[in-house]
């Protein structure tokens, strides 16, 4: 088999590649540069499964980097992506084992980002933290040690719930004691915060 034709598609970048005067493939301009493919050239049929599959993974890659570069991934919301987008079962396991090794694939670093930004910006019960990394696909085992650790920070599940109910408080002004102690309440219980945390924080904060 013979490369008859080398023309540039419609979309940026990339090529079509011609073999015996018929259309065989298309592939990125990068992935055509690196092979070095020219006009009038020799190649087999296992060669041009090889360009597909390099070209595959190169444009999948790319579009994976881009879902991460919106904030750290766990294995399942790669593994989501992958269905989602309907990739390859090979190029998957590729892409799976380079971000590994690049260490942009890992469940507990993503727990421990997830847990820290939940607490600066929208503090959080240790029950709705769990239940969130669930959904996220991490192990049980993993969610638990990262909220141990929590426990020994500075701030307690008391003092995060404690930050929410003075943020709410700022908009309960207005209503009754016992109106402020419900809406308080059902707040707090929506972050997660355990019924003990909550009447704990509704006793201090709001003292008659």
Known sequence: MQITDIKPQKRKNRFNIYVDEKFSFGLDADTLVKSGLQINQEISQEEIEKLVKENEFVKVYDR????????????KELKDWFKKKQVGSETQKLIYQK???????????????????????????????????????????????????????????????????????????????????QKLASALARRGFSWETVKEVIDEKLEK
């Open 64 to 75: 994976v980097l881009k879902f991460f570069s919106f904030r750290p991934r766990s294995e």
């Open 99 to 181: 971000l590994k090794h690049l260490g942009y694939l890992n469940d507990e670093e993503f727990t421990k980002w997830w847990i820290e930004q939940r607490t600066t910006f929208r503090p959080s019960g240790t029950r709705l933290l769990a239940l969130e990394l669930r959904q996220k696909g991490v192990t049980r085992e993993i969610i638990d040690q990262q909220l141990s650790n929590l426990a020994i920070k500075p701030f307690s599940e008391h003092d995060l719930a404690k930050k929410v109910a003075e943020k709410k408080l700022k908009s309960l002004k207005h209503y009754s004691y016992l109106e402020q102690k």
